[in-house]
């Protein structure tokens, strides 16, 4: 370690790394529904391609915010909805579907 002084303080260099986390708070408003994607499988057990698309439209997900209004459902709850119904947000590389309550079919509970 190397120390330094500067003015009256006095500071020491060293080879500690430090990493700032920023953290962020996403609440939906309303009735409103956050929902983080279930990704259908894409293979078999029998390792079959079920499907040669890109990217496949998801229809079910599971529950991580809830806005105020929102009834029967809870956090941590999977829910369906339509392929075309949730609108979709991106947040740090991280995908998140918004659905408005009305728009999901079921809960899993």
């Not at 060293?14 to 983080?36: D, E, G, Q």
């Not at 029967?72 to 659905?99: G, M, Q």
Request: charged content about 30%.
């Amino acid at each position: 370690m190397e120390e330094r002084s500067r003015g009256m303080s006095t500071w020491t260099k060293s080879k500690t790394v430090f990493i700032i986390l920023y953290t962020m708070t996403i609440k939906p408003i309303w009735s409103n529904v956050l929902v983080t994607p279930i990704k259908k499988p894409t293979e078999t057990d029998s390792w079959l391609i079920i499907s040669t698309q890109e990217e496949q439209r998801v229809s079910k997900g599971k529950v991580i915010g809830i806005g105020k209004d929102v009834e029967c459902i809870e956090v941590w709850d999977t829910v369906h909805f339509p392929v075309y119904a949730p609108d979709e947000v991106e947040i740090w590389e991280d995908k998140y579907l918004v659905i408005n309550q009305k728009s999901i079919l079921c809960v899993e509970k």
